[in-house]
């Protein structure tokens, strides 16, 4: 079978990986996003994906737009079986979904029709979410809403940050890929429509989000710190001004405190808490503003923080 890979990110990368080592097909290509200016230098960075390829010595193709006619005909002529796309980052037009005689398949991390979307990992997490997983869909020309093939999932424990429930999927959806792929050569596949009524959406993070609230529920913070750890973070403001972000957490048991939402309660060898709209949030690694992350009892050993203090 002849696959074309298209994809972006790491997630991605590790599902290009599990074709690439099962040996059993013929991949001529691989499609991922134009090289981004990253970073403080704005140096031009390559994709996981592209890294990943060059490595192995498969072709890479870069198009900015997708829909261009030039890319569709250098595609019409590889002649793919099957186009597999994973975290691509472009919207695939009619005449591509059309072309491989198996159609194209996305590999998406979520339990659809739940979390449709650019962030599914990030708001499993966020909303708190006990149960995560991994859909391996046949692509039409809405945004993830295919009928869907196979799916896999995984629990979300109450500590678990999108970084490391990111790295549990990418390797469940690579095996699953791989299941689908052996599914459709086959022929024992059968494609079940998604229920319209139960789809949810998860749009781009963007960097107002990354603001820590006092005034929420504590473990909606929580929710919050662990969902956006190890990108983009969450933070709060010292009475300086200065960012402090927040890495890790945990809930406190005990009720309300009655103090201003973000005053801060404790401040010891342990770390410290603060008071939120509701419960007390324990603040177990942060990051002040120029420097690394840092356990929180070794930010209040340095008496950056003290209890009495109100954050921002």
């Known amino acids: 079978m002849k696959i074309i890979f298209m994809g972006t990110p790491e997630f991605a990368a ?20 134009p090289d981004r200016p990253k970073g403080r230098g704005h140096k031009l960075m390559q994709s996981a ?22 890319f569709f005909a250098q595609m019409e002529a590889y002649a793919p079986d099957l186009i597999v796309v994973a975290a691509f980052g472009q ?53 993830d809403t295919g009928a869907m093939l196979l799916k896999a999932s995984t629990p979300i424990t109450p500590e678990m940050s999108q970084g490391e429930l990111h790295d549990i999927l990418k390797e469940k959806g690579a095996a699953l890929l791989l299941e689908a792929v052996e599914g459709l050569r086959k022929g024992t596949l059968q494609a079940v429509p998604q229920d319209e009524a139960k789809a949810t959406y998860a749009t781009l993070i963007t960097r107002d989000m990354e603001k820590i609230d006092w005034y929420k529920t504590a473990e909606a913070l929580h929710n919050q710190i662990r969902a956006f750890d190890p990108w983009p973070g969450s933070y709060t403001l010292l009475p ?20 201003t939402p ?14 939120c709209g509701s419960g007390t949030l324990e603040i177990l690694e942060c990051q002040p503003e120029g420097k690394k992350r840092m356990a929180a009892a070794q930010f209040v050993n340095g ?6 203090m109100l954050l921002s």
Not at 124 to 141: P, R, Y
């Open 303 to 308: 008496k950056q923080i003290a209890a009495g």
């Open 240 to 259: 300086d001004g200065k960012r402090l972000k927040l890495w890790k957490s945990r809930v406190r048991p005990e009720a309300q405190s009655g103090r």
């Open 262 to 275: 973000g005053t801060v309660l404790e401040a010891d060898g342990k770390g410290f808490s603060v008071a």
């Open 91 to 143: 919207f695939l037009p009619k005449r591509l979904l059309q072309l491989p005689r198996y159609g194209c398949i996305n590999v998406h991390a979520s339990l659809l029709p739940r979390y449709r979307g650019a962030a599914p990992i990030h708001y499993a997490i966020l909303n708190g979410e006990k149960e995560a997983g991994v859909t391996i869909m046949q692509m039409d020309a809405g945004m």
């Open 14 to 33: 590790a599902s290009l990986q599990a074709l690439v080592e099962s040996g059993r097909y013929e991949i001529p290509a691989v499609v991922t996003q």
């Open 49 to 70: 994906v592209k890294t990943y390829a060059l490595a192995q010595g498969l072709p890479v193709l870069q198009p900015e737009r997708v829909k261009d006619d030039a």
